[in-house]
T-cell receptor
Framework: GQNIDQPTEMTATEGAIVQINCTYQ??????LFWYQQHAGEAPTFLSY??LDGLEEKGRFSSFLSRSKGYSYLLLKELQMKDSASYLC??????????WGAGTKLIIKP | DTAVSQTPKYLVTQMGNDKSIKCEQN?????MYWYKQDSKKFLKIMFS???????INETVPNRFSPKSPDKAHLNLHINSLELGDSAVYFC???????????????FGPGTRLTVL
């Protein structure tokens, strides 16, 4: 079956670095997405990886290993506004997005 | 400019009623989606339309029906509402086609449906 696993909740300190992991199993693979969602708001696109390696965008970076079915989202210089849920989603061979349940990130001063 | 808009933002209604949620995108995208976000914040896809053709229809009750009058609109109609239908419903759109790296989904603000 198709499955996405990511931690339910993580806590980090303002100014620090946090890595949110995601493992996936899909029927075929057409890329992996990371979204940020604040409570009560729509998800916001953060990154897309389809090739192995690290993609950096400012304070956020995303890494993909297709052979391991693994991705992570790296957040640097954490700010209080980064407190949100982070959703990992993998696209299968039919271009359908398979979503994880999300990781709630709590930032403490 | 709002890329993906939904109306209403909040909907409170009684069990058994019929209601619709409207979605419009002005991005010129070919594909639109409806998601249901449950109490655990898990997003579950319900429908996907590409150029007015249904391409994904997950296992949802047939009380839910998508209606797409044109490429820019995908409305969600729900008949005989039940308590378990209470959730946040998100509309999204994407470019679609065969190039997955362009298939980023852009979400609307969500509609919080409460069935009493």
């Amino acid at each position: 079956g198709q499955n996405i696993d990511q931690p339910t909740e993580m806590t980090a300190t303002e100014g620090a670095i946090v890595q949110i992991n995601c493992t996936y199993q899909t029927s075929g693979f057409n890329g992996l997405f990371w979204y940020q969602q604040h409570a009560g708001e729509a998800p916001t696109f953060l990154s897309y990886n389809v090739l192995d390696g690290l993609e950096e965008k400012g304070r956020f970076s995303s890494f993909l290993s297709r052979s391991k079915g693994y991705s992570y989202l790296l957040l640097k210089e954490l700010q209080m506004k980064d407190s949100a849920s982070y959703l990992c989603a993998a696209m299968d061979s039919n271009y359908q997005l398979i979503w994880g349940a999300g990781t709630k990130l709590i930032i403490k001063p | 400019d709002t890329a993906v808009s939904q109306t209403p933002k909040y909907l409170v209604t009684q069990m058994g009623n019929d209601k619709s949620i409207k979605c419009e995108q002005n991005l010129g995208h070919d594909t639109m989606y409806w998601y249901k976000q449950d109490s655990k914040k898990f997003l579950k896809i319900m429908f996907s339309y590409n150029n007015k053709e249904l391409i994904i229809n997950e296992t949802v009750p047939n009380r839910f029906s998508p209606k797409s009058p044109d490429k820019a609109h995908l409305n969600l109609h729900i008949n005989s509402l039940e308590l378990g239908d209470s959730a946040v419903y998100f509309c999204a759109s994407s470019q679609g086609g065969t190039e997955p790296f362009t298939d980023t989904q852009y979400f609307g603000p969500g509609t919080r449906l409460t069935v009493l």
